[in-house]
């Protein structure tokens, strides 16, 4: 089961550097915003079948990820993986999230806010951001058979600059709470993060 970017430039930064980069996320043009969306309409289609190829491609490609996952740590057999329903469930869950990143393309704010927000609940379960980009590369992995001809380099760097922009401040999000928790002046919750929202 290969893919193209397997190991590309989405997931192959250091710890240190994907943790505390200072360089400016840097967002989609206005034509990559519109074949993003193009392409999305077709995805759309299968959206449950892209969610389980992506978390089953994660889990073959990186079986550490499974650690972050109650439900799935101890599976082995990639096969019950492909027909479990709280996969499915937790793929429509990563969908749907992409499916809103795609909705505001043309609100920058409203994305970030977005992406910020993610990074923290995955904060809250102990997601390291060093699993993010992981996601993003299964998923153009998993989108390019369904998008067949339509796939070209454009649009995978299109697809590319999105994910690492949501990476880049899901991270930001993310050590906002890490900043959060460990400051003794902010008074602990305990308030459990919705499984509802989590993305990977």
Known sequence: MGCAISGSDLTSRSKAQEMRDETPAVYVNEHQIQIIRDSWRVIQEDIAKVGIIMFVRLFETHPECKDVFFLFRD???????????????????????????????????????????????????????????????????????????????????????LFQYIIHIMKDGYLEEEKTKHNPTVTATNERPDKRHTAI
């Open 75 to 161: 599976v082995e057999d990639l096969e019950r993986l492909r027909t479990s329903r709280e996969l499915r469930a937790h793929g429509l869950r990563v969908m749907s999230f992409i499916e809103k990143s795609v909705a505001r393309l043309d609100q920058s704010d409203r994305l970030q806010t977005l992406a910020l927000e993610l990074g923290r609940s995955h904060y809250r379960y102990n997601a390291s951001p060093k699993y993010y980009g992981y996601v993003g590369t299964e998923f153009i992995c998993a989108v390019q058979p369904i998008l067949k001809d339509k796939w070209t380099n454009e649009l995978e760097d299109a697809w590319k600059a």
